[in-house]
């Protein structure tokens, strides 16, 4: 049997920049916190540091369910397109925001788009000078958009000593595609994901992870500057979503990650390729 999932959920205003659109994220957000009150399951929700500064109530509400808040960055913009000390500046904005807000100490960061790869895998270093103690931004595999083809499947440390919490991934060979997040638990028929459940179970430490999008069928279409083509793809499944986190949290789920950090212990130390660039 699989080992239980963390539910995660990443925060953040899904809309065209400049356009007056409504913002859409509270009524999935508590829509959500219903669904878990109703499993007593908790959580960790990455909120993106602008959100929250705007809408602090909405923060303090899930840390009132009892699930962890971490930061999705200051902006939803991938650790690509920043220098080490934009990135810098972001997370530690981004933590103080958060910690104001909760009155508690925020230990947890995740990167825009799975952004922490090769080329920003800095990043790490910067985390644990500001003070946070994981990070949950790699994609283990290659990717249409970011991968980090190579790094472990499970929790393991930075060699700084940053706990990391890697996206599960399975399929076979190089072929692997994150089946317990997001487009792709949408998109992918479910038995070819209860098919990696049963002979490729995914490890000790991995997670669900999804946005309120996932689960808003109404939202009108629109481009998403970072999906480019695969644009539509981002509106398929939506309405069946809630079944499908049903049937992967039947039996429950594991604790916030903030509290397995000590997974990463047994996964040891990973040691990036050398690298250059942003983070």
């Known amino acids: 049997m699989a080992p239980p999932l963390t539910f995660t959920f990443d925060l953040e205003d899904h809309r065209p920049a400049g356009e007056p659109w409504p913002e859409r994220f509270t009524e999935p957000t508590l829509r959500i916190l219903e669904w878990l009150e109703e499993r007593s399951i908790r959580g960790t ?27 999705h960055h200051w902006t939803h913009t991938q650790l690509t397109e920043m220098t ?52 949950s931004s790699v994609l283990p595999a290659h990717n249409p958009l970011f991968g980090f083809p190579g790094a472990p499947n499970e929790p393991f440390r930075w060699p700084c000593g940053l706990a990391e919490f890697p996206l599960a991934v ?12 997001g487009t792709y638990l949408r998109a992918l028929p479910w038995p070819v994901v209860a098919a990696f459940r049963r002979f490729q179970p995914w490890a000790p430490g991995n997670s669900v992870y999804f946005h309120p999008y996932d689960i808003d ?39 916030p990650l903030r509290e397995r950090m000590h997974l990463a212990d047994r996964g040891g130390v990973f040691h990036p390729p050398a690298t250059v660039g942003v983070a």
């Open 217 to 255: 069928p109404d939202e009108p279409f629109w481009w998403v500057d970072d999906a480019g083509r695969l644009a539509p793809i981002l509106w398929i499944g939506r309405r069946g979503m809630l079944g499908r986190l049903d049937r992967l949290f039947a039996d429950g789920g594991a604790p």
């Open 45 to 71: 929700f990455f909120v993106v540091g602008t959100l929250a500064q705007d809408h602090p109530q909405l923060v303090r509400r899930i840390a009132g369910h009892g699930h962890e808040v971490g930061l």
């Open 84 to 135: 080490p000390a934009q990135f810098r500046v972001d997370v530690d904005r981004g933590k103080r925001v958060l910690e104001d807000i909760l009155g508690e100490e925020v230990a947890g960061y995740r990167a825009p788009t799975a952004s922490l790869v090769p080329r920003t895998a800095a990043a790490a270093d910067l985390l644990a000078e500001a003070g946070y103690q994981y990070s």
């Open 170 to 181: 399975a399929g076979f060979g190089p072929a692997k595609v994150p089946v317990t997040g």
